[in-house]
């Protein structure tokens, strides 16, 4: 019988010696443009901080200012201590922004995604997810007992096909707005009539969509006029700070804080994040400039980046995914980037399905064309 630390020599080995193998990297923080680190600065196209408002002067005065009031700890659950009038006014604030009749704040997008498929799907239902969507859905599907079937990635046609079988149970619909690894969007209009059509209820993680689409940035399914029965928004992404909500209505809101066990167990956010976070809200809502110079610099790089010899996906959003394909190349690629100081990971499968090793880059609206011409240069004059 083997023992628990060979059994952990024996996987480690195993991936030590292929070009999966992960590490992670000191640095000394980000602003969404320039990433510091102890041997010197980097461009940073690496970043989901899309509208830069990480380091926004008004959001960090306001975690200053909730820190001051509340401490920097919420000191347990939001079912017993956690939940302040600064989570609830959260709450209220998100609700009316995007329309819903409840907003519940969780910790992670990671904690709303399992959260809510693991108390909402028991073992007659059946969830019919997209094939690309995020692992934190993907994983929630497979544990939960219900019976869970993959769609053809942005195929409504796919999906209409999995519908058209019998289910004893309820049916849930998953799909990401905006797509972490490929930057395209879901067509949500033709999926939420799939849904309607067959009484299924829809969820869709905005991660990506959220801030940056629609209407005061308020996501990908304002954009295409779709309102799922589930929204998960995040907020480690255009609102420059960590966390999530689930937009619901009533009776889904009074389930899930009966039944989530990711909600009920959980220490929630700290007070003054919840006040920095109406604060991102704010910002947000008013940050029209802010996605308009995104937009100008996704533009200007799909324009520019034409003649690399990469296969440039068909993205209009932030992620601009460049497929290398091989392991081993996309890492020497990622290493050349930072010898001339540009900052762009290696994503690698299982993230991405195989033979699509990529070079992960994100535009952010604090970049500048300069900044955009130095990541070009530098990808043109790779010899990896």
């Known amino acids: 019988m083997m023992n628990w630390s060979d059994s952990l020599s024996r996987r480690l080995a195993e991936r030590r010696g292929t070009s999966l193998w992960r590490s992670r990297q000191v640095h000394q923080g980000t602003d969404g443009r320039l990433l510091s ?15 830069g408002l990480s380091r926004h002067p008004e959001i960090i005065a306001a975690w200053q200012q909730g820190a001051g009031q509340y401490g920097v700890g919420s000191g347990g659950s939001g079912h017993v201590t956690g939940y302040t009038t600064a989570h609830y006014l959260l709450e209220q604030q998100l609700a009316e922004w995007l329309e819903y009749p409840r907003a519940l704040l969780f910790i992670s997008g990671y904690a709303a995604n399992q959260g809510v498929i693991a108390a909402l799907m028991e073992k007659d ?27 053809l990635h942005n195929d409504s046609g796919s999906l209409r096909q999995h519908l058209a079988k019998a ?16 930057g395209d969007c879901a067509p949500l209009e033709a999926i939420a009539q799939q849904a309607k059509i067959t009484k299924s209820g ?37 609102f420059g700070l960590s966390g999530a909500a689930v937009l619901c209505n009533e009776q889904t809101a009074e389930y899930l804080i009966q039944y989530a ?35 100008n610099n996704i533009r200007y790089f799909r324009h520019e980046a ?79």
């Open 306 to 384: 034409q003649h690399l010899p990469f296969e440039l996906m068909a993205s209009e959003t932030a992620i601009q995914p460049l497929i290398i394909g091989d392991n081993a190349r996309c890492i020497a690629l990622s290493h050349s980037l930072k010898q001339k100081r540009v900052w762009v990971k290696a994503i690698l499968p299982p993230t991405v399905p195989s033979d699509s090793a990529r070079l992960r880059i994100t535009l952010t609206a604090s970049h500048t064309k300069q900044d955009i011409d130095a990541l070009l240069e530098a990808l043109d004059g790779s010899d990896c």
């Open 37 to 51: 680190a102890p041997e010197g600065q980097y461009l940073n196209f690496s970043s989901n901080d899309y509208l």
């Open 202 to 238: 829809l969820m869709v993680d905005d991660a990506h969509g959220i801030g940056i689409m629609g209407d005061e940035g308020r996501g990908s399914c304002w954009a295409q006029n779709v309102k799922p029965e589930i929204l998960v928004v995040t907020f480690g992404k255009a």
């Open 167 to 182: 289910c004893a149970g309820k049916t849930l619909v998953v799909t990401e707005g905006v797509f972490s690894m490929d």
């Open 125 to 151: 239902d059946r969830i019919i997810a997209d094939r690309l969507s995020h692992a934190s859905l993907m994983e929630a599907a497979m544990h939960s007992p219900a019976q869970f079937r993959r769609f």
């Open 261 to 295: 066990r990711h909600l009920i167990y959980s220490t929630t956010m700290p007070a003054a994040q919840a006040v920095a976070l109406s604060e991102a809200v704010r910002q947000v809502r008013a940050g029209n400039a802010l996605r308009n110079a995104l937009q």
